[in-house]
């Protein structure tokens, strides 16, 4: 779950990081209102759930009420890369020094936590990790002891942030860790961390990603979702509880159980397929929840073709058969259906599907087998089966 810059900064003054006063408008009038009210000089933000807004024109300084005037009423209702602007963040503008950089995530395949920070902030990070890596430091922390105090001015030192200012950058990193630990953030990033001209540390941007799983153990968190700015289909997903995530491709996906649904996307893109999406399906047959999640694959226009890959175990593939049977007769799938069955009673399940003899669904034995004739299928080149 992505945060917009304003929600972000948020939780940032919630764990004692220094931000700067603001308001989140959506009209042009609030937000000569809200710059009244936060001060002149003021900074116009679109907030939007994609980098690069001050580059794009989305970031624009205002000395009085009609450059906020002019600002916002350009800024609002503006498309940075896809994204529509519908709200603005109005705050009282920073002087800046010095414009660094400071993030916190999880590397994978490290399995730690990294905290990452630079002297090079307020440009594109990957750029100066690809052009000066000797300028990011890097440094991962032991998740059971958290970051330390000693690790904190040792990471500001060894980046070179200003000697004056290296306590100061050890507390914003402290406190971004916290953020990132305590509110359950699979990213906090802060680009760029200012240094005032009177060397106070601040976050002038806030990039944050929520992990949507351990919302429930942050209730006040839940207000932050941003149905406006989220995909649709992903929306009516989490609403019918099921697990579902909308990727680039146009081969629709559904399994049963996490773990075999991300080898389904593995197989699908090893066979030259983009997959459409991830679905998991969970347990049981039911014939009403596989028409829901067939719905819901089949509400991405850019679906071409489906691969069902069910594993049969508490679950019996006859069950499966049957409910997919049921629910095929009530949505007459316009595209073209793939359906591996393996496990408990496969036999019996794909006798049960061969019998009905639906339009459109081809039985598949193996996952290699399945995966080649939905990509050959989502090309429209057919299949002998
Ligand atoms: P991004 O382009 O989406 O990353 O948006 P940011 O919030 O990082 O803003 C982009 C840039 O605008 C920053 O790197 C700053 O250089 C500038 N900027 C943002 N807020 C202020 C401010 O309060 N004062 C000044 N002087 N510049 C600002
Ligand atoms: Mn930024």
């Keep these: 779950m992505d945060l917009l810059e304003y929600q972000g900064k948020q939780l940032f003054a919630r764990h004692g990081l220094a931000v700067s006063q603001g308001k989140a408008v959506t ?23 994609i980098g690069g807004r001050g580059k794009a024109g989305g970031v624009k300084l205002a000395d009085d009420e009609s450059q906020v005037r002019e600002h916002a009423a350009n800024i609002l209702g503006m498309d940075i890369r896809g994204h529509i602007v519908r709200t ?11 414009e660094y ?15 990452m920070f630079s002297v090079e ?27 330390s105090r000693e690790e904190a001015v040792q990471i500001a030192t060894e ?15 402290t406190a971004l860790y916290d953020v990132w630990t305590q509110e359950d953030a699979t990213l906090a990033e802060i680009n760029p961390l200012i240094v005032t001209p009177d060397r106070e540390v601040k976050a002038l941007d806030a990039k944050v990603s929520l992990d949507g799983n351990a919302l429930y153990r942050h209730p006040e968190n839940a ?23 909308k990727l ?17 996307l593995d197989v ?8 459409a999406n991830f679905l998991d399906a969970g347990g049981g047959s039911d014939a009403e929840k596989i028409k829901q999640a067939v719905e819901l694959i089949l509400a991405n226009d850019s679906v071409k073709a489906v691969l069902f890959n069910i594993f049969g175990g508490i679950t019996r593939c006859d069950e499966v058969a049957k409910g997919l049977i049921a629910a095929f007769a009530e949505i007459r799938p316009s595209v073209p259906f793939v359906v591996r069955l393996d496990g408990t009673n496969d036999e019996a399940g794909r006798t049960l599907l061969a019998e009905a003899a639906l339009p459109n669904v081809h039985p598949a034995r193996t996952m290699n087998e399945a995966a080649e004739m939905v990509v050959a299928l989502a090309a429209g080149s057919g299949v002998a089966s």
């Design 248 to 264: 680039d491709g146009d081969i629709g996906i559904l399994g049963n159980g996490a773990g075999l649904v991300m080898s389904t």
């Design 121 to 147: 902030g307020g440009v594109d990070i990957e750029e100066v990790a690809e052009k000066t890596p000797e300028k990011l430091v890097r440094h991962h922390v032991d998740s059971l002891k958290g970051l």
């Design 27 to 49: 009209t042009v009038e609030d937000a000569v209102d809200a710059a009244g009210k936060v001060g002149y000089p003021v900074v116009v933000k679109a907030q939007v759930l």
């Design 268 to 275: 699908v893109a090893q066979a030259g397929g983009a997959p």
């Design 223 to 245: 207000s932050l979702s941003d149905s406006e700015n989220e995909d649709p289909i992903e929306r009516r997903a989490k609403e019918q509880g099921v697990q579902y995530v």
């Design 101 to 115: 950089y400071a993030s916190v995530l999880l590397d994978r395949s490290a399995k730690q936590p990294l905290v």
């Design 159 to 173: 980046g070179k942030a200003d000697a004056d200012v290296v306590e100061g950058v050890a507390d914003a990193l």
């Design 88 to 98: 603005l963040w109005i705050e009282h503008a920073s002087d800046i020094a010095s």
